[in-house]
């Protein structure tokens, strides 16, 4: 198995950018997604294959990878970003899934 | 509409057995992947493990292997999570999530996250 780190919380004012990293070395030859959950829901996809975003997701969800670091960046962040993020990845066989931590988004 | 519908909350005592459901409906059932995810609470997601309704082919995350089964009948397009005799550090939410198929050409292959999610089932254990 294998390990991906994320920061405890992230805060921001409204407006602003907010960038969340993932981190691990297995994410060098992995791919990276990112899910946004908000307190009594189920987790959304916000961001797939590192920087892809799906329809119905806001432009303001970007992502983005260097060597072992994944970011999640929103830009012009809004009172309604504020959630927990998820970094998500899994390796070739499919059969080895890793959620990190999670981050806690406060729009301050 | 493309859907995981889960059944509802259980309240159960340690040792007891308990398997919990999730139905999928808009999409054909045996050509998807469908996972299993907990959240304790005030905590994060961990991935348990994940099955092809097609041909029962099952994979679990370490932490989870022996700890639970994951089964499907796909003759109900139903998906299960169970556990033999439960305890308190059972208590969660159990969420199930359908990858999508990634396809190039011809060939297809489960694609590595989730786009699908149920609701969640809320399990607590306690005496």
């Known amino acids: 198995s294998y390990e991906v780190t994320q920061p405890p919380s992230v805060s921001v004012s409204p407006g602003q950018t907010a960038r969340i990293t993932c981190s691990g070395d297995a994410l060098r030859n992995q791919y990276v997604y990112w899910y946004q959950q908000k307190p009594g829901q189920a987790p959304v996809l916000v961001i797939y294959k590192d920087s892809e975003r799906p329809s119905g997701i806001p432009e303001r969800f970007s992502g983005s990878s260097s060597g072992t670091t994944v970011t999640l960046t929103i830009s012009g962040v809004q009172a309604e970003d504020e959630a927990d993020y998820y970094c998500?990845?899994?390796?070739?066989?499919?059969?080895?899934?890793?959620f990190g931590g999670g981050t806690k988004l406060t729009v301050l | 509409e493309v859907q995981l519908v889960q059944s509802g909350a259980e309240v159960k005592k340690p040792g007891e057995s308990l398997k919990i459901s999730c139905k999928g409906s808009g999409y054909s059932f045996t050509n998807y992947w469908i996972g299993w995810v907990r959240q304790m609470p005030g905590k994060g997601l961990e991935w348990m493990g994940i099955i092809y309704p097609g041909d029962s082919d099952t994979r679990y995350s370490p932490s989870f292997q022996g700890q639970v089964t994951i089964s499907a009948d796909k003759s109900i397009s139903t998906a299960y999570l169970q556990w033999s005799s439960l305890k308190a550090s059972d208590t969660a939410i159990y969420y199930c999530?359908?990858?999508?198929?990634?396809?190039?050409?011809?060939?297809?292959?489960?694609?590595?996250?989730?786009?699908?999610w149920g609701k969640g089932t809320t399990v607590t254990v306690s005496s």
């Open positions: 999530a359908r990858p999508p198929n990634v396809c190039s050409g011809d060939n297809c292959y489960m694609g590595g996250y989730m786009d699908v």
């Open positions: 998500q990845s899994v390796d070739r066989s499919g059969s080895d899934w890793v």
